[in-house]
């Protein structure tokens, strides 16, 4: 992490066998078009590898809205760091992000793997890391008639 940090990165991208796992604290997210042109949200699975992270488990919880709001199919499945780069090189890969509790959805701009690095066109006001945002907090915030949102009075 300290030689990420030195080289100018927040974070690093841990991988297994070259499929992406999480990052140090956050879990990540992957928007590309597949090759027959729908617009994906991959996320690696819950392999016993990855902190089941609370926001990660809202959003595959929401997935019904989050896809037809989208209309992007939200896929939980291995996704190798080969299959980012080429999407990035294809012009396929639209954004990336990563999600934790404390943090909510934060952006991931580049990504360097051996001597390859890429731009990512993920920013706060990116279409869908700025729906998520909005989606899991708008929830929180309420006013909310979402099942998750229990009314409650506190006595002072």
């Keep these: 992490m300290s030689d990420a940090k030195q ?15 999480e990052m140090t604290v956050l879990n990540t997210f992957f928007v590309l078009k597949n090759r027959y042109g729908k617009t994906i949200l991959v996320t690696p699975p819950d392999n016993g590898c990855i902190l089941p992270g609370n926001i990660r488990n809202s959003i595959l919880q929401l997935t019904p809205q989050i896809e037809k709001d989208l209309d992007c199919k939200v896929i939980e499945r291995p996704i190798s760091i080969h299959e980012i780069l080429s999407a990035a090189y294809e012009d396929r890969l639209i954004e ?3 999600a934790s509790t404390p943090s909510f959805i934060q952006p991931i701009s580049k990504i360097c793997f051996r001597d390859a690095c890429i731009q990512i066109p993920s920013s706060k006001e990116s279409r869908h890391v700025k729906y998520l945002n909005k989606l899991i907090t708008g929830i929180m915030e309420g006013p909310s008639e979402h099942e998750w949102v229990f ?3 506190l006595d002072s």
């Design 7 to 21: 080289n100018g990165f927040d974070d690093v991208l841990w991988l297994l066998d070259d499929y992406v796992q």
């Design 96 to 98: 990336a992000c990563g």
């Design 151 to 153: 009314p409650m009075c």
